[in-house]
């Protein structure tokens, strides 16, 4: 008679029903420590977060502010008040791809595996990539904002401002949540960020961040209309220079909640029975 020789898995992740909210707090915060640590030990993966601001802000407001703020019925100055608001909506967007391609090499350097086979809230490790994420979106964006004020941006209004913030840090962590499902599926972070640039390209340049959308071809007109950043943008530039903002921040609220309630469960599940 022959024997049968089980092999056991290689990991056996906990349910995270078995484990408590109180202790899953306190995973996401040991979580969140360590991925602060690294980030220490790696100042470099900083850069975009540092720098992406500042190139971004002076390329788009010294290079288009004059032809782009002449249509607007002004200039340079005109151009910053509507231009430096829009932007919050590309900080969230580049940003949260960066949580993707993290991901995915925690994941080729085997950290994520012994991560699973520890006794430990398996959505804890996907919440503290998603709160250090939105760490460095608030820096990017206190960059933003000052290289802004810098080049002649005018904060009137500063609960506008926090209220801007907050729709792009809400909005920014829904699309997190898509990345993180390509951090865990893509083969390697090379894939995550061509596919993330291929989706991010289109839905930035064909939204209104950059310029108003009037002058647009009908049928771009009928995407950016459809397109959340366009809402975004619209909401945060009502929200700090005026303007109607109510079914713009609906818009973007309802993105965000539709976005997240999707591809969260799916991420998790991604992460739970990745082999």
């Known amino acids: 008679m022959s024997s049968t020789t089980l092999t056991p898995p290689l990991h056996q992740p906990v349910a995270d029903a078995r484990?408590?909210?109180?202790?899953h707090v306190r995973h996401t915060s040991a979580l969140v420590r360590r991925n602060l640590l690294w980030i220490r030990q790696d100042p470099e993966s900083m850069f975009d977060a540092v720098l992406m601001p500042i190139v971004f802000t002076l390329l788009f407001v010294?290079?288009?502010?004059?032809s782009i703020g002449q249509a607007l019925g002004g200039g340079q100055d005109q151009y910053v008040q509507y231009v430096v608001p829009g932007?919050?909506?590309?900080m969230s967007m580049n940003i949260a791809m960066a949580v993707g391609t993290g991901f995915n090499q925690d994941f080729q350097n085997g950290i994520m595996d012994r991560f699973r086979t520890l006794p430990i809230g398996q959505g804890s490790v996907l919440f503290a990539k998603i709160v250090v994420e939105l760490m460095r979106l608030l820096i990017a964006t206190t960059i933003m904002m000052i290289v802004g004020v810098l080049v002649g941006f005018d904060i009137t209004n500063w609960g506008g401002l926090l209220g801007a913030v907050g729709l792009s840090a809400l909005f920014g962590t829904s699309i997190m949540w898509i990345f993180l499902v390509l951090g865990v599926t893509m083969k390697?972070?090379?894939?995550?960020q061509a596919m993330g640039f291929l989706v991010l390209m289109p839905?930035?340049?064909g939204?209104?961040?950059?310029?108003?959308t009037q002058s647009m071809p009908g049928w771009l007109q009928g995407f950016t209309d459809y397109?959340?950043?366009s809402s975004l943008a619209d909401s945060a530039r009502g929200l700090m220079v005026g303007g109607p903002v109510a079914h713009d921040i609906w818009v973007t609220v309802g993105w965000s909640a539709v976005l997240t309630l999707t591809m969260a469960?799916?991420?998790i599940h991604k992460f739970r029975t990745k082999n």
């Open 62 to 66: 010294y290079v288009f502010g004059g």
């Open 203 to 205: 839905l930035q340049f």
């Open 265 to 267: 469960p799916i991420a």
């Open 188 to 192: 390697s972070a090379q894939s995550v």
């Open 227 to 229: 397109n959340p950043l």
């Open 207 to 212: 939204s209104s961040i950059f310029a108003p």
């Open 19 to 23: 484990i408590g909210l109180r202790d």
């Open 87 to 90: 932007m919050m909506a590309m």
